[in-house]
């Protein structure tokens, strides 16, 4: 469809970029737009015949938003009024698990986000951000220079979004500590050494290169998952003392040096909780009234919460963080893009559904509200692939829409279709576990592809015939990606990784019975034929996993996958060669293959039935890469 603005307005230019990613075109013939500012606050108003429609708009934010909406009904009448829920609604993109996004993919982000009524984003980086005085900060990880973090950040403000910083100045800092030069700032693990000044003045280095780089005055500080903290260096040095007066004795200290750069600090607020916890878990525990009043008033506290597929979770946190009567409360909802190469999207849709349902029906307000999107096991699954969840977040927060009608009407803006989105979990739900689709997390993909054949360490959990059903998964993902739309390249990915899947999957459970039969014409079979096709096949998927990479990201971090991949590769050409040896006479057993499959978690009662692998330690165990 064309649109074009008839009257007079100062953002002609922003919206004609804006719309570049859309099925929308700017030019005569289609819809005329009439733009025009009020008072609304935080509002918009849209009223279309299909041919002319009037925008009433308090900001641009509401104005790009409006103009999403009306490239969704396209020639349909409507009439339709909202108004923003929170102050700030974004992204926050994980920038420092292997994957540093790069700007043409973040600007994208950026335009389609805006056509949502998105007004934030956090780019999260650990040590992938540039601090000039401290050479070995982000070193050889694809750091955002202050340069490019500029850019980004004027570009931003043209569409509406204000780019803040998401840093750590306390957990989270593997990055940084994998250099020697930077183990003087190290406690225990990846946790810096509160006791000792020089920290400070790293952490105030920290402050001051966003404070050049970007313009907004609200920071997320991270401390969050500070399991050790005080129980390495600092025990040393500072001697015994209880976690939570680490804890908040450290946050002051990084407080007053946020009001020197004028900055409102938020955290990750999951350490306050921890300290009454039975088990340390986030969710079992609680904070008192005194240790709540200890919080400083200026930091605005971020619920994050990405684990429940049902409302009640939510509301209960909610309602604990009610405690907090002098602080900004924030929430971070995820998009479940962060286990494995595969969105997790009917888990990601209901989660989402519910968290945004029990906020709106809450009376905590929430200052900022974002969706999270992860990159955790080595981000393999591009930040792209999360747009339907940025859409829902859009619609709830707006109109508080959380219907998938409304986010399919949404996401055809951008040339693409909720359905097939979730095709993507066909290979994660093979038949065995089709009925908890959307209720669990299922990492299926992932540990049957980088899973040893010879040790099967998830072989009791891998299904026994599922060639059928990655044949089909990998027929569908071709038709999707033959649309060619502008992800195509994700589902070209899948394909290939399904059509690898299709001979791996059950390859260690089909040479453990060949050998226990001691079929030696099915091991010669597995070991000329089928293993070298396998091999064929994840090269294949390679191939297309390191486009679709340079394609969203940096350079940088592509060579833990090629790594993971590679060793499975290496390994699966040794296999053969061990399968031949015995075949052949070389050797009398294969030690291996005489040990019995257990289940490697015990809660998987029922053999060859996959099971919930939420965790990148089990991934890494499952390969053997520690």
């Given at each position: ?168 100045t306390l957990a989270h800092l593997e990055g940084m500590f994998a250099w020697p030069a ?163 999207t009917a888990f990601a849709m209901n989660a989402s559904r519910s968290a945004l349902t ?269």
């Amino acid at each position: 469809m064309k649109i074009i603005i008839k009257n007079t307005c100062e953002y002609v230019e922003i919206i004609k970029e804006a719309i570049s990613d859309t099925i929308a075109e700017w030019g005569e013939g289609g819809l005329v737009i009439e733009a025009i500012p009020c008072t609304r606050e935080k509002g918009l108003r849209i009223s279309s015949d299909g041919k002319n429609a009037t925008v009433h708009y308090s900001s641009l934010t509401a104005l790009l938003r409006a103009v999403g909406i009306l490239i969704s009904y396209g020639d349909e009448p409507f009439t339709k009024e909202e108004k923003l829920r929170f102050n700030y609604l974004g992204n926050m993109v994980d920038c420092s698990r292997n994957a540093v996004v790069n700007l043409d993919t973040l600007k994208k982000i950026i335009r389609s986000c805006s056509l949502m009524g998105h007004n934030c984003m956090m780019l999260y980086t650990e040590d992938t951000y540039e601090i000039p005085s401290e050479k070995y900060f982000g070193h050889m990880r694809g750091r955002y220079s202050q340069n490019e973090l500029r850019e980004l950040d004027a570009y931003a403000e043209r569409f509406g979004i204000e780019l803040m910083p998401c840093i750590q100045t306390l957990a989270h800092l593997e990055g940084m500590f994998a250099w020697p030069a930077m183990q003087k700032y190290r406690d225990i693990e990846n946790i810096m050494n509160v006791a000792d000044e020089e920290v400070y003045e790293l952490i105030d280095k920290m402050l001051e290169s966003m404070s050049k780089s970007l313009k907004s005055r609200k920071i997320n500080v991270g401390m969050d998952e500070a399991h050790l903290l005080g129980r390495g260096k600092y025990l040393d040095k500072a001697g015994y003392s209880e976690r939570v007066d680490i804890m908040y004795k450290h946050l002051q200290r990084v407080v007053e040096i946020c009001k020197k750069y004028g900055y409102e600090p938020l955290i990750w607020d999951d350490m306050f909780f921890r300290v009454n916890s039975p088990n340390g878990s986030y969710y079992k525990g609680f904070v008192t009234e005194k240790e709540a009043s200890l919080v400083p008033p200026e930091v605005n506290l971020v619920y994050w919460d990405y684990s429940w597929p049902n409302i009640e979770p939510y509301t209960e946190m909610l309602e604990k963080h009610k405690v907090f009567k002098n602080n900004k409360i924030s929430f971070a909802g995820g998009s479940f893009c962060w286990y494995g190469g595969v969105l997790q999207t009917a888990f990601a849709m209901n989660a989402s559904r519910s968290a945004l349902t029990a906020i709106f029906n809450n009376t905590v307000e929430m200052d900022v509200v974002l969706i999270t999107e992860w990159g955790d096991d080595g981000a393999y699954t591009p930040i792209t692939a999360s747009l339907p969840i940025m859409i829902m977040y859009g619609e709830g927060a707006w109109a508080g829409d959380l219907s998938d009608e409304t986010v399919d009407k949404r996401l055809r803006v951008f040339g693409e279709a909720l359905e097939d989105f979730y095709a993507m979990d066909d290979v994660n739900f093979t038949p065995e576990i089709e009925h908890i689709r959307g209720r669990d997390i299922m990492l299926t993909h992932n540990y049957l592809l980088h899973q040893d054949v010879l040790l099967g360490l998830w072989d009791y959990h891998a299904p026994v015939n599922p060639c059928e059903h990655y044949r089909r998964t990998a027929e569908r993902m071709r038709a999707i990606a033959d649309k060619k739309t502008p992800l195509s390249h994700v589902y070209d990915a899948i394909e290939k990784l399904a059509l690898a899947l299709e001979l791996k999957a059950n390859l260690g459970i089909r040479t453990k019975d060949a050998y226990d039969k001691d079929d030696k014409e099915e091991l010669r079979k597995i070991a000329l034929e089928v293993i070298p096709e396998c091999i064929k096949r994840m090269r294949a998927f390679g191939n297309a996993f390191r486009y679709q990479w340079r394609l969203t990201n940096k350079d940088y971090g592509i060579e833990v996958f090629d790594t993971r991949l590679g060793g499975a590769i290496y390994r699966l050409e040794d296999v053969a060669e061990v399968l031949l040896a015995y075949v052949d006479g070389k050797r009398d057993s294969i030690n291996e293959l005489e040990q019995e499959r257990l289940p490697f978690h015990t809660y998987g009662k029922e053999k060859n039935v996959p099971i919930s692998c939420f965790y990148i330690q089990e991934a890494q165990t499952v390969g053997r890469l520690i």
